[in-house]
C-alpha cells in the first residue's frame, strides 16, 4: 500500500526526524542494584509498620484482657458473698420466724444480682479482646 493511499495528513504520517527525537529526555538510568537497595526498604518499612500494628492489638487486647480479669473477680467476689448469705440465711430460715427469711432471700438476691451484671461486664471485655485477633472479612 502506498502512502498516498493511506487517509490523513501525508505531512502527519512521515517519520520524525532525528532532531525531534533528541527533544525527549531519555528514561533515568536506575541499576538492579539500586532497585533491589529500594526494594529491601520497602521490605524493612513493612515490616516496621507490621510490628507497630502488632505491639498496638497486643496492647488493646492485654488491657481489655486485664480489665476483663478484674470484673471476673469482682463476680466472683459477689457470688461467694451471696453463697456465704445463702448459708447464714438458711441458718435463719429453720427459725420459725419469717423476718430472717425475707432478709436471707433480699440479701441473695441483690448479691446474685451483682454476680449476674459484673458477669456480663466481664464477657463484653472478653469478646472486645476476641475481637482484636479475629481477621477482617470485609
Known amino acids: 500500500m502506498l502512502d ?13 526526524s532525528d532532531e525531534e527525537i533528541e527533544q525527549f529526555d531519555p528514561p533515568p538510568e536506575r541499576s538492579l542494584a539500586d532497585d533491589v537497595n529500594a526494594l529491601i526498604d520497602d521490605g524493612k518499612t513493612y515490616v516496621e509498620a507490621e510490628l507497630a500494628y502488632q505491639k498496638t492489638r497486643l496492647s488493646f487486647a492485654a488491657g481489655n484482657g486485664k480489665s476483663g480479669i478484674g470484673l471476673v473477680l469482682a463476680a466472683l467476689g459477689f457470688l461467694h458473698l451471696a453463697l456465704i448469705g445463702l448459708v447464714v440465711g438458711g441458718i435463719f430460715a429453720l427459725a420459725p420466724v419469717i423476718g430472717p427469711v425475707w432478709a436471707m432471700l433480699a440479701v441473695v438476691g441483690t448479691l446474685l444480682g451483682g454476680t449476674v451484671i459484673f458477669g456480663l461486664m466481664a464477657k463484653s471485655r472478653f469478646s472486645k479482646a476476641a475481637q482484636a485477633f479475629k481477621e477482617d472479612d470485609a
Open 4 to 16: 498516498d493511499d493511506l487517509p490523513g495528513d501525508p505531512e502527519r504520517r512521515q517519520d520524525p
